[in-house]
Every structure is written in structure tokens, then in C-alpha cells.
């Protein structure tokens, strides 16, 4: 079987599985599993014999002709190079894990088979648009992945924060499709075909007559998709569903998009200086911003998701110094530690019974509750904050050297202002990786307090997809040398310089935070004992957990209203098979809110930007409705009502006349006859006499 064969099957064996599952999920449901496992399962196989046909040599490129449209013609091609074949791989094992971690997540839940075959459907549109040769199909895998994304974020519906979530990830990603298809069309109206190939044929020939306009309109659909500022607010919201599809699109679909479809053409954003510059001022702020509010989050969901952010931050800054070797190698670095930080964290939801990392550091013995995902995350955990020798590490390593050569005038793909950006900020972002990581890391499994709940060992199809996920958080840095074909043989290794940086920052970032975890603990205990009027205790001595003095319940406040939200937000812990005590109370030591001082309570709600775009869009957009509703109805209304009115009035006054009395009819005929003769006998004699 040829390798372009084995191409098509890879999206093509997920869709069949999709639609497999959609029609036989009620029939026979014991269909259901198999058929959302093994067509995916079966496509990260096929994924991965084709990455080795390809081996990191020259594009395989193969099209047809799907339907004549004239001057710009619509193809049915493959472009399989090695990035593509690497990020399809990626795609493959991803949701092949996620596929068998819902099995036993979701055991429970009555509408599993139209998730399972919407997760279906959602690997196979991403790997639509990473095999793509042609853009006009590209982008049909975009616009499906946005579909889907609406129906799993929503898929608790019954909770008004899905339904808001799905709808906001909906409508702000589709506020950058607009000028990312019209950038579309303008780009195959300069190039004159959607074929990638001939598009960066075009480019490298000076065939585009509007490259920075281009530039700008497609990097407004990357924004939306890969969740950029300022069309980042979606993401965070987006936690209100299951967590598998968390994994699934931070870690290998959606956001992932916009990532490689700048990979793929970056040569037409090059194209374009102030393009580039563009894009290191919006890696620069996301990284930044995402990190700090990172730093502020309570739920350990919106902790990752911000973290996303400011790793496809990362990669959207390699993209601005003209590295996409350093971009695609983070990309597939973050994707193996992402998926297992959200299906660990999935684990530790059922756990304790809440998303709150607050009501975490309120429970002593978490991690003894949940090994598996206690080593698997601090593994992944070590990978996000890029401490070596782990995956994070020589990914992060790989754009911050592309950074410092665009920086120092080495490389001239990119202005050395985009370098500096660049530089700097994924610095500070490496320093605040690692403190919100460590953050997450204390109140999730060194909380003191009351005995978390013993549940037993989850199910192996969640613990063993851990451990999987585990080897490549660990080992695909490694991988960097040995893969370096299929990079366009470009060596992705760490400098002395950013080394020194990069690792520098995060351990600052570490032992701060712990430092002030430690005094956070302490003053937590001090006003614990202060309350109770216990006699002074060691630091390391847990404190007493007595709710209910009012000083120790005031103290608690905040952590318990926050457990309370968390808890009331997250319907998937009532699909746990087991019952959850009651979320323990009591002050929570957060190193956060030492950490970011004032800035916390701004942090905290994401800098306000969700109010900023309230002000600025919604309230206008529903004012200016609220005026067109009412012209339509006391304007235009108005003269429909009036049409009809007319004639309603002459109709009753006719009406009237219709009496059913024979005497009347035939009088008022007699009156009309006579009438007439009169009227008649009248015209004659004038016209007589003229």
C-alpha cells in the first residue's frame, strides 16, 4: 500500500468512526467503545507508518482536481512533509489516549456515544487540516473543528456556565474566521491557486502583490483558533467541559491549528516584516498575561488552560523569529505534556471531588489517594516548567535560541525587534511557568487538613494512559537529534546562554514560590491556633481543622465560597461512581496571592478583558438591537398594521350591509336603479343642452 494511501485513511478511519457511532449509539451500544477506540487507535498506527515512509525527506505532494472553478481551481491534495507527518502522529496518540481515558471517565455518562463520535470527528477534521495540500480543504477541517468544539465544551448543557462557554468559543473564534477567510481568498487571488505548494512557490518568486495585508487578516483566524491576545478569553471559559476534551484541544486539535497552519506558510508571513512584528507583540502580551493569570486561578483547569496559552505563546513567538522547527517541536512537546497534566488533573477532580485548588490544600494525603497521577503530573509538571532533562526543557530551550540569533542579528528571517520581544518576555514567562506550576504542584498534593476521601485506585483505563503519556513528557527532548530530518535538518539544542536564562528563571520561580508557600502555611497555621486558642505549633504540624469558631470560619471564607463555585461548575464530579464528603473548610495558604500582590484580584479575572469587550461589543451590539426591535415594531409595524387596517375598516362597514333580510336587498336595488335613471336622465340634458 503506497504511503499517500495510508495517508487518506488516517482522517479517513476516525470520520467512519464517527458516523459509525452516531448511527449505531442507541441500536447497540456496546458498539459504541470499540468503535470510538479502534478506527483512532488504528489511525495513530497508520500516522506513525507514514511519518517513517516519509522520513524527514523530500514533501510528498499528490493531487487531484475536486470539482473546476475556474481561474482559481479547488484540489483534493496531500501535502505530507515532515512536519506534518510528525503533528499527525501527535494528533494519533492524543486522542487515542483521550478515547480510552473516557471509557471509564465517562462510564457513566447516558450521552457517551455522541461524545465519543464528536471526539471522533474532531481528530479526523485536525488531521484534515494537517495532511491538506490545498487550502480551500484545509479549511473545511478549521471550520468542523469549530463545530465540534461547540457541541463537547457544551456538553453538559444543563449548566448554564457549558452553554455560555460553548457559545463564547464559538462566536470569538468565528470573529477571526471572517478576516481569516477573507485572507484566504486574497492570498489565492495573488498566488492564483489554494495549493500550498504553488502558494509558497509564488511567495518565493515575489508573486504577492499584498503581503502584509495578508499577513495580518490570517494572523486574525490564527488568534481566534490558537487562543492569542486578544481572542484568547474563549479558552479559560471553555474548562466547563468534560476534561478529555480539555486534553484533547489544548494538547492536540484546535488550538494547535492556528500553530501549524502559520508553520506551514510562515514563508507568506515572512513575507512581511511588520507581519512578524505583529506576531512577537501578540506572543509577547499572551506569554505574559496568560502566565500571571496563571498565577491567580483557584481552579486547576483554568490554571492549565491559561498555561496553554502562554505555550502556544511560545510557539507564536518562535513563528515571529522565522523558526518553525522551534515552533512545531514545542508544539508536539507541549502536546504529550499537556494531555497528561489535564487527564491527571481529571483524575485528582474524582478524587477530591472538586476543581478548586483551594479545597485541595485543605486536604491532607491527596497524593497517597492518587500515585499515579501525584508522579505522572509532577513529571509533566517538570516538563511545563522546563526543567531539564525533561521534554519541556529543550522545546522552550529551542525558542529561546531562535529568539536570541533573530535578537543579535544572526538570523536574518526575522527583525531583531521581534527577537528582543521575544527573548524577554519567554524569560519572565519561564519564571512564572515555573511558579504557577510549583503553586499548582503544593495545594494539589501538600495540602494540610482533614483526610482527603479514599476511593481506592481509579480505573487502569485512566491510570495506564498516564503512564503512556508519561514516556514521551520524559524522553521526546531527547528525541530532538535523532529527528532532525524531519526538521529540515535543522539542530534543535540548547546554547550555553539560554540555558543559563531560561533554567535560572524557572528554579528562581520554584523557590520563590515555595518560600512563600512555606510562610502562606505558616500564617494559615498561626491563625488557625489563633482561633481555636491551641498552644503554638511547629510549621510542619497540621492545623487543627475546627470550622466551626467564627474566626476559622471567616478565615475560610473565601477558599470555601471558591471550593462551593468550583464544585457547583463542575458537573462531571457528580459522574463519579462514588459519593464526595463535603468539601473541607478553612483558611487556604496560596503563594499567589503573595506572589502577585495587588495584581491578584486583576489576575484573577483574566485583567478584566472579558468586561473590556463587554463595554466595547456587547452592550453596543444588544443597544443597537434593542433599537433596531424597536423600529421594527413601532415603525415598521406601524404601516404593515395600518395596510391592513384599511381594508378590515371598508370590510365592516360591507359588512354591515349583509343583512340577510330580502326586503332590504331589494329596496336598496330599487334605490340604486332609481338612482341611476336619475343620474342618467341628469347627464343627458346637460349634454343636451351644451
Not at 471522533?120 to 478549521?142: K, N, P, Q
Amino acid at each position: 500500500m503506497s504511503t499517500t494511501t495510508l495517508a487518506v485513511l488516517v482522517p479517513l478511519l476516525p470520520f467512519l468512526g464517527a458516523v459509525a457511532g452516531l448511527l449505531l449509539g442507541r441500536t447497540a451500544p456496546g458498539f459504541v467503545r470499540p468503535l470510538a477506540i479502534l478506527p483512532t487507535l488504528g489511525a495513530a498506527v497508520l500516522a506513525v507508518f507514514v511519518a517513517v515512509r516519509q522520513g524527514g525527506g523530500a514533501a510528498i505532494d499528490t493531487a487531484t482536481e475536486l470539482t473546476p472553478t475556474g481561474s482559481v481551481p479547488i484540489d483534493l491534495s496531500l501535502h505530507l512533509d515532515g512536519f506534518a507527518v510528525l503533528v499527525a502522529v501527535l494528533v494519533g496518540v492524543v486522542a487515542t489516549c483521550v478515547q480510552l481515558y473516557s471509557t471509564a471517565y465517562l462510564r457513566e455518562d447516558p450521552r457517551y456515544p455522541s461524545y465519543a463520535a464528536l471526539v471522533s470527528l474532531f481528530t479526523s477534521a485536525m488531521l484534515l487540516v494537517v495532511y491538506s495540500g490545498d487550502l480551500m480543504v484545509l479549511l473545511v477541517g478549521w471550520e468542523v473543528m469549530g463545530i465540534c468544539s461547540y457541541f463537547l465544551v457544551g456538553h453538559y448543557w444543563e449548566t448554564e456556565a457549558a452553554r455560555s462557554a460553548s457559545l463564547k468559543a464559538f462566536l470569538v473564534t468565528k470573529l477571526g474566521d471572517v478576516p481569516f477567510l477573507i485572507g484566504l481568498f486574497a492570498l489565492a487571488a495573488d498566488a492564483g491557486s489554494f495549493r500550498i505548494t504553488k502558494i509558497l512557490d509564488a511567495v518565493a518568486s515575489g508573486g504577492l502583490d499584498h503581503p502584509t495585508l495578508i499577513a495580518l487578516l490570517l494572523l486574525a483566524g490564527v488568534a481566534g483558533k490558537s487562543a492569542q491576545f486578544p481572542l484568547h478569553t474563549w479558552l479559560p471559559d471553555a474548562m466547563a467541559g468534560p476534561t478529555p476534551v480539555s486534553a484533547l484541544i489544548h494538547a492536540a486539535t484546535m488550538v494547535a491549528a492556528g500553530v501549524y497552519f502559520v508553520a506551514r506558510l510562515l514563508p507568506v508571513f515572512a513575507a512581511s516584516r511588520a507581519a512578524l512584528v505583529v506576531m512577537a507583540v501578540m506572543a509577547a502580551v499572551t506569554m505574559v498575561g496568560s502566565a500571571l493569570a496563571a498565577l491567580a486561578q483557584d481552579d486547576i483547569k483554568r490554571v492549565l488552560a491559561y498555561s496553554t496559552v502562554g505555550q502556544l505563546g511560545y510557539m507564536t513567538g518562535a513563528l515571529a523569529v522565522g523558526d518553525r522547527g522551534a515552533a512545531v517541536f514545542h508544539l508536539l512537546s507541549h502536546g504529550f505534556f499537556k494531555a497528561l497534566l489535564f487527564l491527571g488533573a481529571g483524575v485528582i477532580i474524582h478524587a477530591a471531588g472538586t476543581n478548586s485548588l483551594a479545597a485541595m490544600s485543605r486536604m491532607d494525603g491527596l497524593a497517597k489517594r492518587v500515585p499515579d497521577a501525584f508522579w505522572t503530573m509532577t513529571l509533566a509538571l517538570l516538563a511545563l516548567a522546563a526543567i531539564p532533562p525533561f521534554a519541556g526543557f529543550f522545546s522552550k530551550e529551542a525558542v529561546l535560541v531562535a529568539a536570541e540569533h533573530a535578537a543579535t542579528g544572526h538570523s536574518a528571517a526575522a527583525p531583531s525587534a521581534a527577537g528582543w520581544l521575544v527573548l524577554v518576555a519567554g524569560v519572565l514567562t519561564a519564571l512564572l511557568t515555573a511558579a504557577y506550576a510549583t503553586r499548582l504542584w503544593l495545594m494539589a498534593f501538600r495540602g494540610r487538613g482533614a483526610a482527603a476521601p479514599d476511593h481506592g485506585r481509579e480505573p487502569v483505563a485512566m491510570t495506564g494512559v498516564l503512564w503512556l503519556l508519561a514516556i514521551p513528557t520524559t524522553a521526546f527532548g531527547l528525541a530532538a537529534g535523532p529527528l532532525a530530518d524531519w526538521f529540515e535538518g535543522k539542530e534543535l539544542t540548547p546554547t550555553v546562554t539560554t540555558s543559563v536564562l531560561g533554567t535560572g528563571a524557572a528554579l528562581i520561580g520554584v523557590m520563590l514560590t515555595y518560600a512563600l508557600w512555606q510562610r502562606a502555611t505558616a500564617k494559615a497555621s498561626a491563625t488557625a491556633r489563633a482561633a481555636t486558642g491551641a498552644p503554638p505549633a511547629p510549621a510542619t504540624t497540621a492545623p487543627a481543622d475546627t470550622p466551626d469558631t467564627p474566626a476559622a470560619v471567616t478565615a475560610a471564607r473565601s477558599a470555601a465560597t471558591a471550593a462551593a463555585e468550583s464544585a457547583a461548575e463542575a458537573p462531571e464530579v457528580a459522574e463519579v461512581a462514588h459519593d464526595h464528603p463535603a468539601v473541607p473548610a478553612g483558611p487556604a495558604p496560596d503563594p499567589g496571592r503573595a506572589l502577585l500582590g495587588p495584581l491578584h484580584r486583576h489576575a484573577a479575572d483574566g485583567f478584566h478583558l472579558d468586561a473590556v469587550y463587554d463595554r466595547l461589543f456587547v452592550r453596543p451590539v444588544r443597544a443597537a438591537a434593542s433599537l433596531v426591535r424597536f423600529l421594527d415594531r413601532e415603525v415598521v409595524d406601524t404601516y404593515v398594521r395600518g395596510a391592513g387596517a384599511g381594508p378590515r375598516l371598508l370590510g365592516s362597514l360591507v359588512r354591515r350591509a349583509q343583512t340577510g333580510n330580502v326586503q332590504s336587498y331589494l329596496s336598496a336595488l330599487l334605490a340604486g336603479a332609481v338612482v341611476l335613471a336619475i343620474a342618467t336622465a341628469v347627464l343627458a340634458n346637460v349634454n343636451a343642452g351644451s
